[in-house]
């Protein structure tokens, strides 16, 4: 019988799951501040809040930029090793 | 010569199943982006063929898994690899035209792994790499894409719930383009690998490769990555046709959820070297991101489907490519085995097509990887 704690392989189930949960979040909650962020920011302007609307412009720009870094680091990873 | 003949019949048997690999999956990689509307149906094929090409050429770490450390490549012959191609063939038929949503990868395995058992006994299969690098692995995928999915979908609703759906819809549908491209690149990445692993295997078997200087060649990794992007091409259309009745509907945000917990968890595996079931990743996706919402939102009779059917593959798989061997072996170690089981093999595919032609289509969404 093979003992299944040392077949398996811990490292790599390890580091499967960390990235998993790291990049299935971090696209997913980076695409929802973008979404939020442009749509509060337009509201805002047609309401003339000004500063606000700024505001919420800047989470979506950090939101877009997040989700372009995910996935440009998720290739450099993908393909450096 | 009569080695090489069998070379280039495991080869074409080889790049056959990864053309019907990429055939069925299409609908796992495309479903998701064209029932949100989030593109159009002939788009969606085409950008997912082009990124399944692209994807195969992004890591070899899958491969090397196949190729090394499932069965003891010093053991192996191109029978032994032969036969486990047509027993993983055999399954996906059957399970085709049964409408049992399997495995196809994990029929790959269980096909090679049978072959080898009963060619050279239990020193030929690597308990170890099949535990740990292909069973643990495919247990812990879906649940890991299921519970992904359910999270990231849990906060999207926080973040995003209370807004206009107008906007919020526009903005997934355009995120899909994303994620719907990142599940592409990821099933083009694992499953070209596998045959791009058994096609080394049965280099390494020949003689062509030396055992101890293992490389995929260039030529294997371009036709492995063609035949897979052709299979996901020309599968599309036959999608495109049923897609109406087949997919249930989900909202933009799930969609993208659901494809991005896929993508990653698959990329993510690929990255370690996990030959996994890219279709129960998805499919376990799919249900964390329906669950979150809604638990009755889900079709818990087909998940069960899908947990029968991956019981099932891998010993099924195993006992037709431990089978084919044997026979095979009756017509003694060379290429005739071979000629005549794919003879059979053609033969019954041909007999099977024209049945379930004349039937119409089965009541269950064929779904395999």
Redesign the interface.
């Known amino acids: 019988m093979?003992p299944?704690a040392?077949?398996?392989?811990w490292g790599?189930?390890w580091?499967?799951?960390w990235?998993?949960?790291l990049?299935?979040?971090a696209?997913?909650?980076a695409?929802?501040?973008?979404?939020?962020g442009?749509?509060?920011a337009?509201d805002a302007r047609r309401a003339g809040q000004l500063v606000p609307a700024g505001l919420f412009s800047l989470v979506g720009l950090f939101g877009a930029l997040l989700?372009a870094a995910a996935?440009v680091f998720?290739?450099v990873?993908?393909?450096s090793? | 010569m009569n080695g090489d003949l069998i070379l280039v019949i495991v080869v074409a048997a080889a790049l056959a199943f990864d053309f019907t690999n990429g055939f069925h999956d299409t609908a796992n990689v495309v479903a998701t982006s064209i029932s949100t509307r989030a593109m159009a149906p002939k788009l969606a094929v085409g950008f997912a063929a082009v990124l399944n090409f692209a994807g195969a050429f992004i890591s070899l770490e899958v491969a090397a898994t196949v190729a090394q450390g499932i069965v003891d490549a010093d053991l192996i012959t191109p029978l032994i690899v032969f036969a486990g191609l047509i027993g993983a063939i055999a399954w996906n038929l059957a399970t085709w035209y049964f409408g049992l949503p399997s495995s196809s990868s994990h029929a790959l395995i269980g096909g090679v792994v049978g072959a080898a058992f009963v060619a050279e006994g239990a020193q030929a299969v690597i308990g170890s790499g099949l535990v740990g690098k292909v069973i643990v692995p495919a247990i812990v995928a879906p649940i890991l894409a299921f519970a992904v999915a359910g999270l990231g979908i849990l906060f999207t609703y926080r973040l995003v719930g209370r807004l206009r759906p107008g906007p919020v819809n526009e903005g997934f549908r355009l995120g899909q383009l994303v994620s719907g491209g990142m599940l592409a690149i990821a099933h083009g990445t694992n499953d070209a690998q596998k045959t791009m692993g058994v096609i080394t295997l049965a280099l390494v078997a020949n003689g062509n490769i030396a055992s101890d200087d293992f490389h995929v060649p260039s030529w294997v990794v371009v036709s492995s990555a063609a035949a897979i992007a052709l299979g996901t091409y020309v599968g599309g259309w036959r999608i495109i046709k049923t897609m109406g009745s087949r997919i249930h509907k989900m909202d933009a945000a799930q969609g993208y959820a659901a494809q991005g917990a896929g993508a990653a968890v698959i990329l993510a595996s690929s990255h370690v070297g996990f030959p996994l079931s890219t279709t129960h990743t998805i499919s376990g996706a799919v249900i964390g991101a329906g669950a979150a919402k809604r638990l009755s939102a889900v079709r818990w009779g087909v998940a069960g489907n899908i947990v029968v059917a991956w019981v099932l593959t891998l010993p099924a798989a195993a006992a037709i490519g431990g089978l084919t061997y044997g026979f095979s072996r009756l017509f003694g170690t060379g290429s005739a085995g071979a000629i005549v089981v794919s003879a059979v093999i053609l033969a019954g595919a041909a007999f099977l097509f024209a049945r379930r032609v004349q039937r119409g289509p089965t009541a269950t969404a064929p779904a395999e990887g």
């Open positions: 093979l299944l040392e077949v398996v392989d790599g189930l580091e499967m799951l990235s998993s949960f990049a299935g979040l696209v997913t909650i695409a929802s501040l973008a979404i939020l442009a749509t509060r337009v989700l996935v998720g290739f990873v993908m393909t090793k």
